[in-house]
Nanobody, 116 residues
Framework: QVQLVESGGGSVQAGGSLRLSCAAS????????MGWYRQAPGEQRELVAT???????HYADFVKGRFTISRDDAKNTLYLQMDSLKTEDTAVYYC??????????WGQGTQVTVSS
């Protein structure tokens, strides 16, 4: 089992920054990918950024150039640095870890609210 706990969400004005953290515990010796999704009210959950075991990163077009995903393997922690935040970035952000093609774990989510 893997447990994921997000932190770092909050309220910020447009143009500001936040850094989300996702602390992983449990059996995380091997995995395919880790990353972040988000879900705004009334919307489907959408991929924000993901990183594989080799450290490669992929971003949704709507965050490219503004968000940076990183991982500290020594601390078993995933980060999402969010800069130049926009009101449309308001959502609950979820951390995930894909162990295999058929097994994934999710955190409980952290709220990010960006005001104009």
């Amino acid at each position: 089992q893997v447990q994921l706990v997000e932190s770092g969400g909050g309220s910020v004005q447009a143009g500001g920054s936040l850094r989300l953290s996702c602390a992983a515990s449990g059996s995380i010796v091997s995995f395919i990918a880790m990353g972040w999704y988000r879900q705004a009210p009334g919307e489907q959950r959408e991929l924000v950024a993901t990183t594989g075991t080799g450290g490669s990163a992929h971003y949704a077009d709507f965050v490219k150039g503004r968000f940076t995903i990183s991982r500290d393997d020594a601390k078993n922690t995933l980060y999402l640095q969010m800069d130049s935040l926009k009101t449309e970035d308001t959502a609950v952000y979820y951390c995930y870890l894909r162990r295999t093609l058929s097994t994934a774990y999710w955190g409980q989510g952290t709220q990010v609210t960006v005001s104009s």
